[in-house]
């Protein structure tokens, strides 16, 4: 670990990228729970979010915790929040301020605002916080998953939204006009095209999205997916908006860690976290990705919601978090380049540019094989490459090989490689390489049931 290590710390002095962060740089980042349930140590959470290299965060000021008397709007002041916004804020981070959730007050049974009392108290509420967190917040978000209970999918619904949304949109630019205006967080394809029909985006600056595939059962619940949910969301909304594409920041993605059905492994999770990370970038539409969460919600294993954390609710940092702390660098400031052709869709390779080195990442998502590519260096001096799974400390690699299996010379220009599930990372000069060839081994990553331990 004294790779990873030694970057945290280098991270901690000083974040790489974010001094010198373009007009809009790619947002990696996760949840925090500060702003409702107060959950967690502010100072540990911000010193490993800052360590990881990330530059985005998201919290909450649900309306009843600002208007606690109907009438009377005011902040419970216990630091937490405030602390995290101002952190954040004064290292070049973007904060998503989530506006959300009904009053008891103003809606009665209803989970959402619909009459014009109701739609004019969460506009003071809205303008308030706005005015509260001017110049800090970047994006103002207007509510958090619409579309999350029962009759509140339908296009109607999302009708009502649209109107919550036109009467709220000039009230919080008035209050704070640098402020972004971020749409409620769609999380499924169908639901996106009714908050498409019901004419969101001519009142928003970006789409949320949260993308979540880990409940949908095996097979169904892997980043291999995921990305076919995101392509297919992509084509939704090109239909709505004349061909064109239009900004969205996944504002919640994960996988729990948790002993239930549809939960995972610890070493999944990292697996998928570094799956994900290494694949976001290719969907040019995709502004920001933000981890749902950053520490888990508590000690209860059985329970996936307290699982989806990088880190423990002590603190202790998870594999996935230095899956976060590995790549985060690659993420923000990599420019992505292509895919590589391999005649497998399973079978990915991603070429980035980064700080002026070529990096490959490589992985194959075959749940019962193994893939050997083998590459050749065609360039008259070739130079040493830096390889690491994610997460891991780098090796450094001469080029040559001899394939002892087939019993074949050795090649001097070329290198070989075995890919799994956890994306290898292969980074130096590589514009003289080429995949020369592909292989695919049989080779189960579980044991039988009957020989589990």
Not at 44 to 73: I, M, P, T, Y
Request: glycine share 8%; with cysteine; hydrophobic share 40%.
């Amino acid at each position: 670990m004294k790779h990873i290590i030694s970057k945290l710390a280098a991270a901690a002095l000083l974040l790489p990228g974010i001094a010198g962060w373009g007009a809009e740089p790619f947002r990696l980042g996760a949840c925090f729970h500060f702003g409702s349930s107060a959950s967690g140590d502010v100072e540990a959470n911000l010193n490993l979010f800052e360590q990881a290299g990330l530059n985005a965060g998201r919290d909450e000021r649900s309306w009843r915790f600002v208007e606690w008397e109907k009438g009377e709007l005011r902040y419970f002041r216990n630091g937490h929040i405030e602390r995290m916004i101002s952190r954040l804020h004064g290292r070049g981070g973007c904060y998503i301020n989530i506006l959300c959730y009904a009053h008891p007050a103003y809606c009665g049974g209803e989970r959402i605002p619909k009459t014009p009392e109701a739609i004019e108290g969460f506009c003071r509420y809205a303008e308030f916080v706005a005015g509260e967190t001017k110049g800090k917040a970047a994006f103002q978000q207007v509510w958090n998953e619409w579309d999350a209970h029962p009759g509140t999918d339908t296009l109607e619904s999302h009708r009502d939204y649209v109107k919550l949304l036109a009467a709220v949109v000039p009230r919080i630019r008035a209050a704070d006009p640098s402020v972004k205006i971020m749409s409620t967080s769609a999380t499924m394809d169908y639901k996106l095209e009714n908050l498409l029909k019901a004419g969101v985006l001519e009142h928003v600056d970006a789409l949320s999205l949260h993308p979540y595939v880990s409940w949908r059962g095996r097979g169904r619940d892997t980043v291999e997916s995921w990305y076919g949910l995101m392509q297919r969301m992509d084509r939704t909304i090109r239909k709505y908006n004349r061909g064109k594409p239009f900004p969205v920041y996944i504002t919640e993605i994960g996988w729990p860690a948790a002993i239930t059905a549809n939960g995972f492994t610890e070493e999944t999770q990292a697996v998928y976290a570094a799956q994900l990370l290494c694949s976001v970038r290719t969907l040019p539409f995709v502004k920001g990705l933000l981890w749902y969460d950053f520490q888990d919600d508590h000690v209860r294993p059985g329970e996936a919601e307290a699982n989806f954390g990088l880190i423990r609710a002590d603190a202790t940092p998870k594999p996935a978090y230095y899956v976060f702390a590995d790549l985060s660098e690659l993420v923000r400031d990599g420019e992505f380049v292509r895919r590589i052709e391999t005649g497998d869709q399973k079978v990915w390779i991603l070429h980035y540019r980064l700080n002026g080195d070529d990096v490959y990442a490589m992985w194959n998502y075959h749940p019962d094989r193994n893939t050997q590519i083998v590459l050749r260096n065609e360039a008259e001096t070739r130079a040493p490459v830096s390889v690491r799974h994610a997460g891991r400390p780098a090796v450094t690699m001469e080029w040559g090989r001899r394939d002892w299996l087939r019993q074949k010379p050795r090649q001097a220009d070329e290198l070989a490689f075995t890919l799994r599930d956890m994306p290898l990372l292969l980074r130096g000069d590589l514009s003289r390489v080429r995949l020369v060839r592909i292989e695919t081994v049989p080779f189960p990553r579980e044991l039988p049931i009957n020989k589990q331990p």
